[in-house]
Nanobody, 123 residues
Framework: QVQMVESGGGLVQAGASLRLSCAASGFSFSSFTLGWFRQAPGKEREFVAGIRANGGRTYYADSVKGRFTISRDNAKNTVYLQMNSLKPEDTAVYYC????????????????WGQGTHVTVSS
């Protein structure tokens, strides 16, 4: 079955960096667009970044543009999210997922969500 396993979260101070990883299995990884989303306490899940199947095009939420970088290694079935210059408002649970249809930034078109990894940024 499809599995998405996120890792790399933690507690850091503002300005620090973290690299999240999402290891996938059970489907043709290199054929799908993938996305990272996040959900802060009491808030809706929101799009963070997306990457096309071949990695040739990436997408970012305005709030993370210039600070976060999404990448993928199709040989390792893994997608990454490099997060630099972290801010307290980046505190959330971060999820990776597989896009099945619709726009890259719309969570409704995604399935096969991981369990999430917690990121806490202290001021």
């Amino acid at each position: 079955q499809v599995q998405m396993v996120e890792s790399g979260g933690g507690l850091v101070q503002a300005g620090a960096s973290l690299r999240l990883s999402c290891a996938a299995s059970g489907f043709s990884f290199s054929s799908f667009t993938l996305g990272w989303f996040r959900q802060a306490p009491g808030k809706e899940r929101e799009f963070v970044a997306g990457i096309r199947a071949n990695g040739g095009r990436t997408y970012y939420a305005d709030s993370v543009k210039g600070r976060f970088t999404i990448s993928r290694d199709n040989a390792k079935n893994t997608v990454y999210l490099q997060m630099n210059s972290l801010k307290p408002e980046d505190t959330a649970v971060y999820y990776c997922a597989v896009r099945l249809y619709g726009s890259v930034d719309n969570s409704a078109g995604y399935d096969y969500w991981g369990q999430g990894t917690h990121v806490t940024v202290s001021s």
